[in-house]
T-cell receptor, first 116, second 110 residues
């Protein structure tokens, strides 16, 4: 069974440029997460989807970040314009359900962004 | 104070050593506890999962939870170079939210 697939794995851009990351979760997983991981830190939730609905985007910086999951399967996270401080790893994860009371989160390998 | 505190290390041990990784948490609502392992330039993967206080063993790995003191530990026996990775402790409650520790970078030297 294929795991969570993310692309691109690495992206280098200049500040003020746009960038987009794509994620395909494990088949059948209704819940999809985007996490931000800075160097030496644990992942921090940006947005959580249940099917196509963004049920928690409270930590998403909406002035420059946007995300979509139009058909409730794959998802795109966009940053426009990128800033130097956005350099980090963007992790996508999925789970079969809402994780309320327990459950495993399956992570992709991440998209590493460097903003110059 | 962060809800989950984890010593970031780095921790360097010789092959065969017993490794102890620890986290403390402050939220009494946390009900389940996980340890994820993250190799360099990879996504985290589940290592151990526990609900209750006590020990859970899986091969060379033992997860320990003490809810009375809000303390969770991961022990690795007979550590191997392949155990070199960042270990993340994660706490979860009755809602969907997971709270991550910073991660401890472990290096096992051959």
């Amino acid at each position: 069974e294929a795991g969570v697939v993310q692309s691109p794995r690495y992206k280098i851009i200049e500040k003020k440029q746009p960038v987009a990351f794509w994620c395909n979760p494990i088949s059948g997983h209704n819940t999809l997460y985007w996490y931000l991981q800075n160097l030496g830190q644990g992942p921090e939730l940006l947005i959580r989807y249940e099917n196509e609905e963004a049920v928690d985007d409270s930590q998403l910086p909406k002035d420059r970040f946007s995300a979509e999951r139009l058909k409730g399967v794959d998802s795109t996270l966009k940053i426009q314009p990128a800033e130097l401080g956005d350099s980090a790893v963007y992790l996508c994860a999925s789970s079969p359900g809402r994780l309320a009371g327990g459950g495993e989160l399956f992570f992709g390998e991440g998209s590493r962004l460097t903003v110059l | 104070q962060k809800e989950v505190e984890q010593d970031p290390g780095p921790l360097s041990v010789p092959e065969g050593a017993i490794v102890s990784l620890n986290c403390t948490y402050s939220n009494s609502a946390f009900q389940y506890f996980m340890w994820y392992r993250q190799y360099s330039r990879k996504g985290p993967e589940l290592l151990m999962y526990t609900y209750s206080s006590g020990n859970k063993e899986d091969g060379r790995f033992t997860a320990q939870v003490d809810k009375s003191s809000k303390y969770i530990s991961l022990f690795i026996r007979d550590s191997q170079p392949s155990d070199s990775a960042t270990y993340l402790c994660i706490c979860g409650g009755s809602n969907y939210k997971l709270t991550f520790g910073k991660g401890t970078l472990l290096t096992v030297n051959p």
